[in-house]
């Protein structure tokens, strides 16, 4: 069996896991990288460099962050290629896969979350942040790993964010505003099919993020049935059956969603957990392909 790797992100240490994982079963592997999406109608119809010519059993969508609208709609050419496909609701998602839609269906379905504020006017950032109180933080929407995400302690230092995002960018669209939650635990919870694997993150010295990709520690940890179930639920309401959810436990032991990752990291959760976690996504994506 052949298994192609479709990503606009080819550089993530997950593909190189994935590629190793999928041989080491015995199987082929082809590595798709659409990072500099293109495609032509000649006198044959559409072609897609790449999709149109591709070869293989099972396509899998990872890491799709370029081209998402044009790249989804792939999905189908492929299905009509006879290829089954692993899109982890990719086609579903009606293309928009971002904080913003992710925060509107947790909210829709009353999962704790962080305040949060929302808006495509740079000017009603400043009030609402009020309301919110300090310090508070603001995410790129499009953003991941830990990329994007800025804590302001004061009035003064979110003005002067504000003023240059207003002076580059045309509206507020890519921003996202939440309370900072004092934390206990900050954990991933990464889920594949209902299975759950799960760490405690650590941020390094002086950063309040906690992400193993920007050198923050990992380890073990057990979580209990609430948070497992709250876990579920937000994994649920996105619709995925492979997502990174992040849980923030303070010290009376509430329990707020963060964030659910369309594409979650597994290389930090191998080293916390010590188990092969690829070779069971590659195996999950294998029985559910369509």
Excluded: C, W
């Excluded at 082929?28 to 999406?37: H, K």
């Excluded at 669209?173 to 934390?183: A, H, K, R, T, V």
């Excluded at 906690?210 to 619709?239: C, H, M, W, Y």
């Amino acid at each position: 069996m052949k298994i192609a790797l479709i990503t606009t992100h080819p550089g993530l240490i997950e593909n190189k896991r994935i590629e190793e994982e999928v041989l080491a079963l015995g199987h082929q592997f082809e590595l798709v990288d659409l990072t500099n999406f293109e495609y032509e109608v000649n006198e044959n119809g559409l072609f897609i460099p790449q999709i149109s010519d591709l070869e293989a059993d099972i396509a899998v969508f990872r890491g799709i962050f370029l081209s998402l609208k044009q790249i989804a709609d792939t999905v189908k050419i492929l299905k009509q290629k006879g290829i089954k496909v692993f899109d982890n609701s990719l086609l579903d998602h009606k293309y928009s896969i971002n904080k913003i839609t992710d925060t509107i269906k947790l909210g829709i379905d009353k999962i704790p979350m962080p305040k949060a504020y929302y808006s495509r006017k740079f000017d009603n950032y400043l009030e609402q942040a009020d309301r919110l109180g300090y310090p508070l933080i603001v995410k790129l929407t499009r953003a991941g790993k830990g990329a994007g995400v800025e804590k302001f302690d004061s009035k003064e230092e979110l003005e002067v964010f504000i003023t240059q995002k207003s002076q580059s960018e045309k509206n507020a669209s890519g921003l996202l505003m939440q309370e900072f939650i004092p934390y206990k635990h900050d954990l991933r919870i990464l889920i594949i099919g209902g299975r759950m694997f799960a760490m405690k993150r650590i941020p390094r010295e002086g950063d309040f993020r906690a992400n193993f990709s920007l050198g923050g520690t990992v380890e073990l940890f057990e979580p209990d049935i609430e948070t497992q179930d709250l876990a579920l639920r937000a994994l649920k309401a996105v619709d995925m059956s492979v997502g990174g959810v992040d849980v923030l436990i303070t010290e009376d032991n509430q329990k707020y969603i963060l964030e659910v990752n369309h594409t979650a990291g597994m290389v930090g959760m191998e080293e916390a957990t010590k188990e092969n976690i690829t070779q069971f996504y590659v195996k999950h994506v294998i029985e559910k392909a369509l």
